[in-house]
């Protein structure tokens, strides 16, 4: 991990304001609406808590969308400045690819870490370490959609994404699990719970059938990472293009991508614990929707300073996420605002409550931010 103390690099700011956007709900943004129905009774602020968790299987809510968008803005970082290695001497490409070993590395181990965080601890029996991850996830996507940038052409890239998620419909609907069927896409029936009972090392998500960061789904995460490469090459363009003619291009494509995942929903249904090629195209589809509004509010309209929570948040996603499961925030925001929260009324306590954890959260990147401190991986 490195700590950059001046980062004279410039960074764009819709990236880090979308990547923050996407990381607030997880830091506790999503426990608002239950506190503006506490506050107001308004049942409207049910329907949109109802898309702060997950779907329990197949089908979509706000929240599913957190993780893979996350893993889309990976690639659209390297899509920004795309390098071509493949024509330079052994010796000299080593250098990346130690680094990009490096990396993978201790984004796992980091996952390792968050999985068991300061409630129960890392066991000492390497059986029961849970190795599957949101940040091994990202890890191994961003690896893979980096070899490709680093190797090869667009279209390959292209005809790469295309394989995956075909390729992915047709092995999980059309061939039959070793002493199951083929089409079964149960938790306990489908090729994944089967990979992961058979393949995967360490346990699994709560002892389930299958774990949701799971072996056999990291492979169509891979194409969020490379359709995310092909945005951020896009927006590389934007000098030549026209920074507006961008911005429709990529609400354009969004909404394509939509409309192929919704329809393909109907044979391959959209599941993100099987993390199907539907669900990639639909989270794919409101990632490049989420990109063109964020690129067109802050990059082209100038809205930075309105969107700077997010942006702090951005910049030092990894970090805050880390600490999520690392920092009792609960406990730090009551020791400085819980007689400010106990003295208010009581419906708008849980408001207030929520507030001041994200208050702490802010902060503490704000003082980071200020003084150009960046922890990156």
Not at 179 to 194: F, Q, T, Y
Not at 226 to 231: E, N, R, Y
Not at 233 to 252: H, T
Request: proline letters at 5%.
């Amino acid at each position: 991990m490195t700590t950059t103390h001046t980062n004279n690099k410039p960074r764009l700011a819709s990236l880090d304001a979308l990547r923050g956007f996407d990381m607030f709900w997880i830091l506790g943004g999503q426990a608002i609406f239950a506190a503006l129905f506490v506050l107001t009774g308004w049942q409207g602020w049910k329907v949109f808590e109802a898309h702060t968790v997950h779907v329990p299987w197949h089908g979509f809510t706000f929240y599913d969308l957190i993780f893979p968008l996350f893993i889309f803005l990976s690639g659209v970082a390297m899509g920004l400045n795309p390098k071509r290695i493949d024509h330079l001497p052994m010796q000299e490409r080593m250098v990346f690819y130690k680094k990009a070993a490096k990396r993978v590395a201790i984004l796992i181990a980091l996952g390792v870490l968050y999985n068991h965080g300061w409630g129960t601890g890392v066991p000492m029996a390497l059986d029961e370490v849970r190795y599957a991850s949101v940040l091994g996830r990202i890890a191994i996507a961003w690896f893979f959609a980096a070899m490709l940038v680093w190797h090869t052409s667009l279209r390959t890239q292209a005809y790469v994404a295309a394989i995956i998620l075909i390729g992915y419909w047709l092995w999980l609907c059309f061939i039959p699990v070793p002493g199951g069927v083929a089409g079964d896409l149960s938790p306990s029936g489908s090729w994944n719970a089967w990979v992961d009972q058979h393949l995967l090392p360490g346990i699994i998500h709560r002892n389930g059938p299958l774990d949701p960061e799971g072996l056999l789904s990291q492979i169509p995460a891979v194409a969020n990472a490379i359709l995310g490469v092909f945005a951020g090459q896009l927006i590389a363009k934007a000098n030549k293009l026209g920074q507006w003619k961008v911005a429709g291009m990529l609400f354009a494509a969004g909404l394509l991508a939509l409309a192929l995942g919704w329809a393909w929903d109907l044979q391959f249904p959209v599941n993100k614990r099987l993390w199907t090629s539907s669900f990639v195209l639909v989270t794919v589809g409101w990632s490049a929707i989420l990109l063109a509004v964020f690129y067109a509010f802050v990059d082209i309209l100038g809205f930075k300073k309105s969107v700077y929570p997010f942006v702090i948040i951005g910049a030092n996603s990894i970090i805050i996420y880390l600490a999520s499961s690392l920092v009792n925030w609960s406990y730090i925001s009551k020791s400085v605002f819980g007689g400010v929260v106990r003295g208010v009324p009581e419906p708008w306590q849980p408001l207030i409550a929520v507030v001041a954890v994200l208050a702490v959260q802010l902060l503490v990147l704000h003082w980071m931010y200020k003084r150009k401190i960046i922890v990156s991986v």
